[in-house]
Each structure stands twice: as C-alpha cells, then as structure tokens.
C-alpha cells in the first residue's frame, strides 16, 4: 500500500532563513508526489508536483521540492521564507494506476517575524 | 477565476439529523473527489467520481454515507444519520486526468465545516 509520512509536525523559522518541510514516501511502483499548502480555514492548494524528468520541481510562491529515488523522499524547499508562508503543508503521492491522492499527516510552519 | 464551490460552508445539526453537502466542480473536470478532514485523521479520502461514476468509495461509511453525481456540475455527499463522530471539514476536490496522467492536479474547494452535536 502506498503512504506518505511527514515526521514533523510543525516547523519554525525565522523569515529570511531557507525553510524544508520533510516528507517521505512509500510506494511498490513509479510514484506522482506532490505538495499542497492550506492557509486556516480555506481549501487545500496545489504548490508543486513531481512526475518524471529533473528531481528539482519548482512551484508556486518561490518553493521548490527535490525528489530523491534513493531516500524515497520529497522535501519542501524555499531559500527564503517569509511570514506570509505560515500555514499546513501536505505531501501526498499517487501511483500511476490510481486516480486519488493519499496525503501525509500536515506539516504547520510558522515562520517568525 | 474557475474555482471549486461547495456549500454550505458551516453547518451545525443535532444527532440523527440527515445532513446534505453539496459541490460544483470546475466546468470540464470529469472527476470528483471527497475528502474528509479532521485533527485525529487528517485528510482522509471518502470517494471519488469519473464522469459521474463512482470509481471508489471504499473510504466511506456505507451505512450512513452516500455520495452520487445527479449530473455534471454537482456532487453531493450526504449523512443520514448524522453523529457526532461525523464533525469535520469535508472536502471536495476536482480534476482532469489526462491519458498519461501527466496532468494530475487537484483543485479544492474552500470546505463544508460540519458540527453534530
């Protein structure tokens, strides 16, 4: 069965500094990962995806995420953050023979002014 | 611009009470998620429809749950009987996948916050 973990449940950073959001992923054939954002009391948005092609996807708002095959992960990156990026962060995989998402548990990152 | 609606957006209802959430997808997605979200579970999927059919709903409690597609532009999820454990935030989502699901994102809708008390 495929999964997703996120092993933090909140990240804190100060603005200005590099963020990373960790996720990992556990699936038996070719994974589709993806990274979605929701600020409070709205619906989830899409960031980024990885399909195929260079591990390092760049996305919405400045976020780039690197899949690594080896590690099975798919980490959340930004150079700089910025205190309007505070909000809960999923990570979620699909395989190819599936249509629906399974998403990881929600990272919150709360970046400080 | 194209966005997913869903209403209501808050609902309290008292236990027993049949509850009805409805969605529009976006104009020309043919298909159509349910999620539900809570503290303890997360985001859980509940069904998702192709062209108003059902292709899974094996998330979904079927003794209380039902979700159904009457036509293109809506999608409903009802709860009869509502209980207490049924609070949370349900999610609609929708999409367009492509042939050599290349094209996969998701589109979601702002969320129904149900409360049953």
């Known amino acids: 069965a495929q999964s997703v973990a996120q092993p933090e449940d909140q990240v804190n950073v100060a603005e200005g500094n590099p963020l990373t959001v960790k996720c990992t992923y556990s699936?038996?054939?070719?994974?589709?990962l993806f990274w979605y954002v929701q600020y409070p009391n709205r619906g989830l948005q899409f960031l980024l995806k990885y399909i195929t092609g260079d591990n390092l996807v760049k996305g919405s708002y400045g976020f780039e995420a690197e899949f690594n095959k080896s590690q099975t992960s798919f980490h959340l990156k930004k150079p700089s953050a910025l205190v309007s990026d505070s909000a809960l962060y999923f990570c979620a995989v699909r395989l190819q023979s599936r249509r629906a998402l399974t998403f990881g548990s929600g990272t919150r990152l709360q970046v400080q002014p | 611009d194209a966005r997913v609606t869903q209403t209501p957006r808050h609902k309290v209802t008292e236990m027993g009470q049949e509850v009805t959430m409805r969605c529009q997808p976006i104009?020309?997605?043919?298909?159509v998620f349910w999620y539900r979200q809570t503290m303890m579970q997360g985001l859980e999927l509940l069904a998702y429809f192709r062209n108003r059919a059902p292709l899974d709903d094996s998330g979904m409690p079927k003794d209380r749950f039902s979700a159904e597609m009457p036509d293109a532009t809506l999608a409903t999820l009802k709860i009869q009987p509502s209980e207490p454990r049924d609070s949370a935030v349900y999610f609609c989502a929708s999409g367009v996948p492509a042939a050599d699901f290349t094209y996969n994102e998701q589109f979601f809708g702002p969320g129904t916050r149900l409360t049953v008390l």
């Open positions: 104009l020309g997605h043919n298909t």
């Open positions: 699936v038996s054939g070719n994974p589709y």
